[in-house]
């Protein structure tokens, strides 16, 4: 199964009616041609991958800007704009995107319910596709219908993972759910519970990545999300898994044995020959779960997207990066992150030295000469074997133009693909697991990161190191605030940055933080976190 070719079918119209979970979030078909009933083993197919696709395309709720309102787009403003990570200054002039960069959202907040709003939307999917696949049994074996609902169940449990994560609490509903009736709540305690009990009856039915084509999720993407739900149950029941956590990363490192050789192509625009699978094979199969773009025939305006074109500046040689068309001068880096590497750490990827000041004393524009905050160039158009382009590679009048045109984005849209869990995550995971109790050799998973890195091996670490060590690695993926939670850095003042809590020092934000505030439209049903 292609996966490009079912995500054009999928957004041909295959949108069966939709009853989510909050009544809020009912849906039906906007186009009186769109098909309803499925007669075709492709119009199956298609379904199915517009389940894949839900995080990676528009449609499904109702935003002002719809590409703002991408899955992983809004993701990523959760969990990287309120930490010191990333920043986003008053040039977008987005209403409510200061309260993020300031770690202070109001639950009028419109990103925070857009946020809580895709989860929903992406579950009742999910969950409406797993149903439709029982009338498919024409077209498919039971065996292939036993995969097909597995891999929904733990796409599904994803926005599950994300609702624990960043809310809290939520509905609670599977493909067993009556449908048209008010879902009951969850507490954190019980998602958590529900989501775990979903995934372990589901992963034996996912198929080895070794098995599995690319793009579909294979049984190491499953454990990778078993593995952090595990990781970060002393913040959601008060009852810490270390070891729990540990087996599901040994799980995987049975199956993908190597970190992929260069940390910067994990992210250029062939990335997607990193993610395990039958497709791309499993030596170097870094990437264990990924959201497929394509420049083409898997557009987003959310995904790398935002991370390359959105984030670059017009006064970068935003062209050596494989962009033509003008970028959007969105997020940028906050100096605490970039101060965080050592020389000679190859993972230090973003620009603006001689040009952008470092330290965010003004964040109210930027673009010209002496504006703040550094460019992050982690994430690139270019396919490894050209990863930088010469300067002036995009003006059809300059020398370097026929050797490398082909290579360049003639739009926004990105083809590389968003990595949701890496190998690399794993080993500081079982890093983590050893310094608290598990059985598992942590020091070594540990300097198997630094190394490839190009940073020496060291024989000891602390949790300041790990916590350090996770932003280097995975700094822009939507990992940060999780972790500065779980390490008791983000709420109070144990540890500011610039800008936290308004102020451009830094100042202390309260403990009830921990939480995203539940959205004033679903609080008359699910009530409100405290605090808020």
Not at 192 to 206: K, N
């Amino acid at each position: 199964m292609k996966i490009s070719k079912y995500i054009l079918i999928s957004g041909a119209a295959l949108m069966v009616s939709l009853t989510s979970c909050v009544g809020d979030l009912d849906t039906k078909p906007t186009n009186p041609t769109d098909v309803t009933d499925l007669t075709t083993k492709d119009q199956y197919l298609g379904l199915i991958m517009r389940a894949y696709g839900g995080l990676v395309q528009e449609g499904g709720i109702s935003v002002s800007d719809g590409g703002a309102g991408v899955y992983t787009r809004q993701l990523f403003n959760q969990q990287e704009l309120p930490t010191d990570e990333c920043v986003i200054a008053g040039n977008w002039d987005d209403a409510g995107i200061d309260e993020l960069v300031y770690a202070q959202p109001s639950a009028d907040n419109h990103w925070t319910y857009e946020m809580y709003s895709r989860i929903n939307f992406q579950i009742a999917l999910c969950n409406t596709v797993i149903r439709q696949l029982g009338d498919a049994g024409e077209f498919f074996s039971d065996a292939e219908l036993d995969a097909f609902k597995a891999e929904l169940r733990v796409l599904r449990d994803l926005s599950y993972y994300h609702m624990i994560d960043i809310f809290g609490k939520g509905p609670w509903t599977d493909e067993d759910s009556p449908v048209g009736t008010t879902p009951p709540t969850y507490s954190r305690t019980e998602l958590f519970e529900a989501v775990v009990g979903d995934l372990l009856d589901a992963i034996p039915h996912v198929a080895p990545a070794a098995q599995q084509e690319y793009g579909r999720i294979s049984r190491e993407a499953a454990y990778a999300l078993l593995a952090k739900l595990y990781l970060n149950a002393g913040v959601y029941t008060g009852n810490p898994m270390w070891q729990e956590c540990a087996n599901a990363c040994l799980e995987i490192t049975k199956t993908i044995p190597n970190l992929a050789p260069t940390y910067k192509y994990l992210f250029c625009g062939t990335n997607r020959k990193y993610v395990a699978s039958s497709t791309y094979g499993t030596e170097y199969g870094e990437i264990l779960w990924s959201v497929p773009q394509d420049e083409t025939t898997m557009q987003t305006y959310g995904g790398t997207t935002y991370l390359s074109g959105g984030a670059y500046s017009t006064e970068s040689p935003y062209n050596s990066y494989g962009l033509v068309s003008a970028p959007w001068q969105g997020p940028h880096m906050r100096p605490e992150t970039v101060d965080r590497f050592e020389s000679g750490d190859q993972r230090a990827l973003f620009w603006g030295e001689d040009f952008f000041q470092k330290n965010l004393y003004d964040i109210t524009t930027w673009g010209a000469e002496g504006d703040c905050g550094y460019q992050c160039i982690k994430f690139v158009y270019t396919p490894e074997d050209h990863y930088l382009l010469p300067d002036g590679c995009a003006d059809e009048s300059n020398e370097n133009y026929a050797a490398y045109h082909q290579y360049l984005a003639l739009d926004i849209f990105n083809s590389a693909d968003t990595p949701v869990f890496r190998l690399a995550d794993i080993y500081l995971m079982l890093a983590e697991c050893g310094k608290n109790g598990a059985t598992v050799d942590g020091l070594s998973y540990y300097n198997k990161v630094r190394i490839r890195a190009g940073l020496g091996a060291v024989s000891n670490y602390t949790d300041q190191d790990l916590l350090d060590e996770r932003n280097r690695e995975l700094y822009w993926e939507s990992h940060r605030r999780s972790d500065l939670i779980r390490f008791g850095k983000y709420t109070g003042s144990a540890y500011n940055w610039e800008w936290k809590a308004g102020v451009q020092q830094g100042g202390a934000i309260e403990n009830y933080r921990d939480l995203m505030p539940i959205p004033t439209q679903f609080t008359p049903t699910l009530g409100q976190n405290p605090g808020y």
